[in-house]
């Protein structure tokens, strides 16, 4: 599991929350827990830094816990990453 670096400074928007970060991709099955910030998790959006990286990542939102998006993308590149959900 890659090693996710959450921005200090989340934004609030009335009991929404958004929080933003970074990791860097150690293999195509990579897990961003969110659960330290956020109750649920209404969107989630993931994009490569490297403009050259053309595949898209598959973006899945688990069940238990409702806070982990679950990511299939290329391995070793870096991601940037919004996601939006009630405060916790």
Do not use: C, W
């Not at 921005?7 to 009335?14: A, E, I, K, S």
């Not at 929080?19 to 330290?36: E, H, K, P």
């Not at 994009?47 to 409702?66: E, L, Y």
């Amino acid at each position: 599991m890659a090693t996710v670096t959450i921005d200090p400074r989340p934004t609030v928007l009335g009991n929404l929350m958004m929080v933003t970060g970074s990791f860097t991709a150690d293999g195509t099955s990579q897990t961003v827990s969110l659960g330290d910030h956020l109750a649920t998790i209404d969107s989630f959006t993931i994009m490569p830094v490297k403009a050259s990286v053309v595949a898209t990542p598959i973006v899945t939102i688990d069940t238990d816990p409702v806070t982990d998006i679950l990511l299939t993308v290329v391995n070793t590149e870096d991601y940037r990453f919004m996601a939006l959900g009630q405060r916790s």
